[in-house]
């Protein structure tokens, strides 16, 4: 009750503050006050969520949609386009933590199911994903202007867009539940390594689909090379910067692997590179090449909290009901096709690998959320076809907005069922508990 | 990207729940602020439609173009908006009932609130029936793309002059020329989009960073040299390191072209930054002051610190405003000039200041903990001194513009910053008292609060320091159980927002006007004198102990990080003209007088003080006021100074 008294007072207080704006485009003071409001907003609403068992990360999503533009409007669209670099930063940092929690030594054992899955689940689903575009392509405006052709490649990109998941719900649920176990280990390296293929195929895909369109495959192929190839190269680099600083220099280790996070995202951004891919190469560069993995997750994980809470917060003001609104039907008809070819081709997967039971029943719901790539996808696949990206988005963005929301939960649900979850849990912040030792891998016992 | 066009639905539920705020917010509206806003309302575009049509402009422009800058020829160019008819009409009648309510407020506001308000629709017609009209829903309107004024060409709050008269106790200063263009992150407008890197230098920018990222690691390394750091103390650098001062150098670096890490883009994108950074440093100096330090003052103290900073803000001021004279030429206008006096009050309110590693450096000296716990009690309570200079500063010097909204009397905004520091204070209160938190999601309130405060504050165009120095206060001296692991959380975040606060600081700086640096070297000057003075005519108060080392830690004392956030605040709310100057006076003054200060004080230094962890906050509960000798290593190594 308090904590509602609270989120009101917080709500007449920035409703208050707004009247107070001067500017049709809110500058920096209002980008201030709504990070803040979002901050506390999201945190108390997180905190709410955690009382009636869902996850908190949910709650955030969902006080950044409620007090977003969608809805409520107390934090306005300049506002988020403003904060745009901190989620920048953020999404560099999660990626970084994500790389770094993937140690493929003691991950060895689950490579089959891994591979299995990944496989099954990103090539099976982007094609049912395609299929079931064009099935609705009498629906679809943008899609009954084109040709058959351009229509396939187009639902093709659109099926690798929408296959696309979520490293950082993954990892985040993984520190609220504290999961550690077979089913965990395997979502994350699945989610890791499919979001990397994601970003390929996503950029080979639309270089054919511009070439349906007429226009130079060939550069469109390039540059998308460059962006794939230099962010890897990049990324281990940086990867060799941070950790010579781990070992070398005593102090400022979290100033550091800021600074170089904002750079990633601030000149990664201006160089065509994917912040997310060089930070997750630098993670997986650092916990598999070097031994200073797990201080960089203490420094990490100790201002964590923060950035999950405005990541998150800030990834639910930025869902379009709108767009929901728009493109409803054939977006949730596209949610459920995802949701049945992820689960059930994962599934399949497992079983091909010869996973363990849990692994086979549950690996899927963790495959199912969305949030920072699918949103940067729709969000370049708008610029990449102008023609009818737009449109293309909405629907995208409508898909994602569904998932964002409802996916969380559902694998929350999973790792409590599946036992790895630890019960009750306290928080997602690692700070409630002492600076994370490295826990030894349990021991897994697969095919 | 489909239209973004808010559904029926959405708009009866928006309504709805802004109807249910408003009940909440009825406290609110009970304050004249809020009952005048819901008569002639503060308005966001105030628009450019509105101001302009009085004003000579000047630089929508100095909305940033691509670079962050305005086109000198825009800046320079006349506007004539041709409002059209229904913003016209909209004018009389927001004039009309602006004056029927008898409000202060500028009545023009009405004008582009109406104006924009009709452009919404049926949105903004609904709120209009409730008398609430949004920013946003008025803004989507003035963003509409038949609307010749985009959110590009709006003004900033340095730009336009006030359409309305102004009450008499408030000093209107005037608007500044179009050329003197403001730093990208204290203007109040919307980050211009970076420009990507053209695919031909794409190879020489990668280099570059790594480059960049390579040196800055080669910096960390040597610097944290037990070595170099024998040299830096050998030097009498060691304090101008531990003060932070390299990130200032680093900020500059990045800025610079050559580098192109910090650019104007990047900048103005990290406008919050820089101003959570303000409202962290007003947070940590009142959650530092303790309200029993003022209880049970030694005989002689108060008169020690009224002299100390009566004389030093004096000398500063009348030394500053000679050399401001001086350039300005000596003529009566000058004297009577609001922008004159500001500057001088703002040099002397931050040079009256004293860092908090002042107690630090007299133990190092071998100071005895009776002098340096007496020492530390005078140097917080100049703080409050400096946080009173700027709140009157801030109440009594108003920026002028199109995005200043209302107009009050000076003492009203000293009233409505405590006003807003004390709600604010009451609320994070209520936050910290009824959630039992870890020290991670402390971090979480914390970083909230004190943004949220800064912001707010900030939308007023009130002080963030001075706000956020009331909420600390309160949380300081309110009983709870949260004071402990609140002060956890502030001390292992202070020194990083600090140090990334002096970075954008340093990046912001324009250090290339001689005046500024004549103005440093004379500031430096009548600071030492002043204080030498102050202390000299203090200490002889009847019944004062001051030790011999005690009053030269007061005399050769450096300045502290409250200095620094009062010239950046004030560059906010002033952005453009002179405020530059000001700003390198101070901040290379600050950097002078700690060098200063090690050389001055170095044949008398005890062995130095290790490199070690930074100074902690310390919650004595239900004690005496937590002095510089128990405080622990805080006030033994500075954190924020």
């Known amino acids: 009750m308090i904590r509602i008294a609270l989120l009101l007072a917080l709500g007449g207080l920035m409703h208050a503050t707004m009247s107070f704006t001067v500017g049709t485009v809110p500058g920096s003071f209002g980008t201030t006050v709504s990070f803040g409001y979002l901050l506390l907003t999201a945190y108390f609403a997180g905190a709410l969520f955690k009382r009636v068992r869902l996850p908190k990360l949910t709650g955030y999503l969902v006080a950044g949609l409620v007090v977003g533009p969608s809805a409520l409007a107390f934090v306005p669209e300049a506002a988020l386009n403003n904060l745009a670099i901190f989620t920048g930063v953020a999404v560099a940092l999660i990626a970084l933590s994500a790389g770094s929690e993937l140690d493929l030594r003691t991950m060895r054992p689950l490579f089959r199911s891994i591979g299995w899955i990944t496989t099954l689940t990103m090539a099976g689903t982007t094609l049912l994903l395609a299929a079931a575009i064009m099935a609705l392509r009498p629906w679809l405006d943008f899609l009954q202007k084109a040709r058959l052709a351009q229509a396939i490649a187009v639902a093709f990109v659109l099926g690798v867009v929408m296959v696309a998941k979520s490293p950082a719900v993954v990892v985040a649920l993984g520190k609220e539940t504290r999961a550690d176990g077979p089913v965990a280990k395997t979502v994350l390296g699945a989610v890791v390594i499919g979001d990397l293929l994601v970003i390929v195929l996503f950029a080979v895909a639309s270089a054919l689909a511009k070439a349906a369109f007429g226009a130079a495959a060939a550069t469109t192929a390039r540059m998308l090379a460059w962006e794939v190839l230099g962010s890897f190269v990049a990324g281990v680099c940086l990867g060799g910067l941070i950790t010579v600083y781990l070992q070398k220099v005593r102090d400022g280790a979290g100033l550091f692997v800021l600074t170089t996070c904002f750079v990633v995202s601030e000149v990664g951004r201006r160089l065509y590179f994917d912040p997310m891919l060089v930070a997750l190469s630098a993670g997986l560069f650092i916990r598999n090449v070097t031994g200073t993995a797990d201080r960089l997750r203490a420094e990490i994980d100790s201002s964590s909290l923060p950035v999950y809470v405005t990541f998150f917060a800030v990834a639910g003001a930025t869902i379009h009901v709108d767009a929901l609104a728009s493109s409803g039907v054939p977006a949730i008809a596209l949610v459920v096709v995802r949701g049945a070819g992820l689960l059930a081709l994962s599934r399949a997967g497992a079983k091909l690998a010869g996973a363990p039971e849990v692994v086979q029943r549950f690996a899927g719901f963790g495959l199912l959320p969305q949030a920072g790539l699918a949103l940067a996808l729709a969000m370049l696949f708008a610029k990449t076809f102008p023609e009818f990206g737009a449109d293309a988005a909405a629907l995208l963005l409508g898909v994602v907005a569904i998932n964002e929301l409802a996916a969380p939960a559902l694998y929350r649900y999973a790792l409590t069922r599946c036992g790895e979850a630890e019960q009750p849990t306290d928080s997602l912040n690692p700070g409630a508990t002492p600076t994370p030792t490295p826990a030894p891998p349990r021991p897994v016992a697969m095919g | ?641």
């Open chain 2, 1 to 641: 990207m489909p239209e973004a066009r808010p559904a029926p639905f959405l708009v009866r539920f928006r309504t709805a729940v802004r109807v249910c705020l408003a009940c909440v917010v009825g406290l609110l509206a009970l304050s004249p602020q809020a009952e005048a806003a819901g008569r002639a309302r503060p308005h966001p575009s105030a628009s450019p439609r509105a101001a302009d049509a009085g004003a000579p402009h000047g630089p929508k422009g100095a909305a940033p173009a691509a670079n962050g800058r305005a086109a000198p020829s825009d800046a320079g160019a006349p506007t004539d908006t041709g409002a059209p008819a229904s913003a016209a009409s909209a004018t009389s009648s927001g004039d009309t009932q602006a004056s029927d309510a008898g409000s202060s407020l500028r009545a023009g506001d009405d004008a582009s609130t109406s104006r924009a308000a009709a452009d919404a629709g049926a949105d903004a017609s609904e709120a209009e029936t409730l008398e609430i009209v949004t920013p946003e829903d008025a803004g989507s309107a003035a963003l509409e793309p038949d609307d010749p004024l985009d959110g590009k060409d709006e003004p900033s709050a340095h730009t336009d002059s006030p359409p309305g008269p102004l009450p008499d106790d408030t000093l209107q200063l005037p608007p500044v020329s179009p050329d003197e263009l403001p730093n990208p992150a204290v203007t109040d407008g919307p980050p211009p989009e970076a420009p990507p890197v053209a695919p031909e230098e794409r190879t020489g920018v990668v280099i570059k960073t790594i480059l960049g990222l390579v040196a800055l690691l080669a910096l960390a390394y040597v610097g944290g040299h037990p070595r170099v750091q024998r040299l830096e103390r050998t030097l009498g650098l060691s304090q101008v390191i531990t003060a932070g001062f390299p990130f200032v150098a680093l900020g500059a670096i990045a800025r610079h072209p050559a580098v192109g890490v910090l650019t104007d883009p990047v900048l103005a994108a990290l406008g919050p930054l820089l101003r959570v950074g303000l409202g962290w440093v007003g947070f940590i100096v009142g959650f530092r002051f303790d309200a029993k330090v003022v209880q049970r003052l030694p005989m002689g103290l108060p008169t020690l610190i009224g002299a100390r900073v009566l004389v030093a803000f004096g000398c500063i001021v009348a030394v500053a405003s000679l050399v401001l004279l001086g350039a300005q030429g000596i003529r009566r206008e000058t004297l009577t000039d609001p922008v004159f006096l500001r500057d001088a009050l703002i040099l002397g309110t931050a040079g009256s200041l004293t860092a908090l590693t002042t107690p630090r450096l007299l133990r190092e000296r071998g100071g005895s903990e009776a002098s340096v716990e007496q020492v530390g009690r005078i140097v917080r309570l100049e703080e409050l001194a400096g946080i009173v200079g700027l709140l009157v500063i801030a109440a009594y010097f108003r920026p002028q513009g199109a995005n200043v909204s209302w107009q009050l009397p000076g003492t009203a905004w000293v009233l409505l910053t405590l006003g807003a520091g004390v709600g604010i204070g009451l609320l994070v209160y209520a936050i910290l008292l009824t959630t039992t938190a870890n020290q991670a999601e402390s971090l979480v309130l914390i970083l909230g609060s004190v943004a949220f405060a800064s912001g707010f504050a900030g939308n007023l165009r009130l002080s963030p320091v001075v706000v956020c120095f009331m909420a600390g206060l309160l949380l300081a001296n309110f009983p709870g159980e949260y004071k402990e692991r609140l002060a956890e959380t502030l001390n292992r975040l202070e020194r990083p927002i600090y140090l990334l606060f002096l970075l954008v600081v340093g990046a912001l700086w324009r250090a290339d006007g001689l005046h500024g640096w004549v103005l440093m070297a004379c500031f430096v000057a009548a600071r030492f004198g002043g204080m030498w003075l102050g202390t000299r005519i203090g200490g002889k108060a009847e019944g004062l102990v001051l030790s011999d080392e005690s009053r030269l830690a007061l005399v050769a004392s450096p300045m502290g990080a409250l200095s620094i956030a009062i010239v950046v605040n004030a560059e906010m709310l002033y952005p453009g003209g002179s405020i530059a100057e000001i700003v390198t006076a101070i901040l290379a003054g600050a950097i002078v007088t700690e060098v200063l200060v090690q050389l001055l004080t170095r044949n008398r230094s005890a062995p130095p003080h290790p490199v070690g962890p930074r100074d902690t906050i310390v919650i004595a509960p239900d004690s005496e006021p937590t002095p510089a000798s128990q405080a622990g290593p805080r006030d033994a190594r500075g954190g924020v100074p």
